[in-house]
């Protein structure tokens, strides 16, 4: 891995690192992809349903997955549920509009997650985005 020499924790800029966004909106994906891979200068796949994020994740590696709560057929919790259980450990961000307390009452087996709200500061959340995938990087290091 090729890192910054001035720091030695802080992943260079030239190295794009890529998401997987799962939301069953279109036009909200189509936005956030725009914004992310402009803002952020990730490479963003996104996909409508869970089952299409399971065929990205046989054949590709993601640095951090993004996943909206309130999905047809299953919802964003049981989905990382299901990563965790088939040995998924990618970093997992939970993006909905519901509030955080409603999302806490949910309880998740003491795996850990990430939570934003979609009504939040799109620019912090970029932030936020990239301190998870240098934390896991500098954990793997």
């Not at 001035?6 to 909200?28: C, E, K, R, Y």
């Not at 994740?57 to 057929?73: A, E, P, R, V």
Request: proline share 2%; glycine share 4%.
């Amino acid at each position: 891995m090729n890192l910054d020499n001035s720091s030695p924790n802080i992943i260079q800029a030239n190295i794009q690192l890529s998401i997987l966004f799962v939301d069953d909106t279109l036009g909200w994906l189509e936005v956030m992809k725009r914004i992310l891979e402009k803002e952020g200068n990730w490479h963003v796949q996104t996909c409508q349903k869970p089952d299409e994020a399971y065929q990205f994740l046989i054949n590709q590696k993601f640095d951090i997955i993004i996943s909206d709560y309130n999905m047809n057929k299953i919802n964003g919790i049981d989905f990382f549920r299901s990563l965790r259980q088939k040995g998924i450990k990618t970093p997992f961000i939970l993006y909905s509009c519901y509030s955080k307390e409603e999302i806490l009452k949910i309880k998740i087996d003491d795996e850990k997650f990430y939570f934003f709200q979609k009504t939040g500061n799109i620019v912090q959340f970029i932030k936020s985005v990239h301190n998870i995938i240098n934390d896991d990087f500098n954990i793997a290091l």
